[in-house]
Structures are given as C-alpha cells and as structure tokens.
C-alpha cells in the first residue's frame, strides 16, 4: 500500500470565492504516479468547505445565491458577538457544506462525472491564505 501526502496552498478573495481545484488534484495523482485508490481532500479552517459542481458561470452564480438564500451574510448570528468579526453566517455555510471529500482514484484519473469538477468554498468575509490536505491511499 502507498500513501501519499501533498499540501496546496491559494489565495481566496472572501466570500463568496469558489474556486476549482480539479486540475492541481489531477497533478497529485499524476506526479505520485496513483494507478488505482482513494483520494481524501480536506480543507484546513471552519470557513471553507469542498464540493462538486459543474464550475460554469451560470451555476457559480446560482449556488452563490442558494448560499445566500439559506444562510444570508447580512442576517446577524450569536458567534458574531463572541469574536466581533461577523462571520458567523461563514462557520454556518461551511459547516453546512462539509471540509473534506473522498474521491475514488482509478487507472490514474479521479472517477468524476463528465461536467463534476472539486470546488474551494471560501465563505469567510475576507481574502484568506487556504491549504488543502491530500491524502492518496493507493495499491
């Protein structure tokens, strides 16, 4: 069995920032020279979160405004009050979502849907330095 463990660090803009890390995934398996397993990718802080969608204008947008619609940005929430720094509505969003994903790894490529790609969803109301934990688990 072989593991491999790589870190990928970018830059978000605040929220709402969502940002596809399909391809710097893809690297990992390629330069660990992955045939066939598991990847997990998780996000370091508790106002990001990973997903997958179809990263196209229209629906980077509309999952934007679904975000807003549950959890609004402006509305105010009791953890804003214990640190001052109004972002409660972030912690919500990426609780909500989840940090982590696991994809299965087959014959060197991740098993994604032809439109699926892995998204960063930064929710934090300022630019934030984000690393993203990969972890291959492979034959």
Known sequence: ???VTERIRLQTKGNPDLIDITDRLSKVISEAKIKNGSMTVFVVGST???TTFEYEPG???DISQLYEKLI????HYAHDE???DANGFSHLRAALQGPSLTIPVEE???????WQQVVLAEFDNRPRQREVVVQVIAE
């Open 1 to 3: 069995m072989k593991v």
């Open 48 to 50: 990001a979160a990973l």
């Open 59 to 61: 629906l980077i947008q």
């Open 72 to 75: 609004p940005a402006e509305k």
């Open 82 to 84: 214990t640190w001052g």
């Open 108 to 114: 060197g490529k991740m098993v994604l849907g032809t």
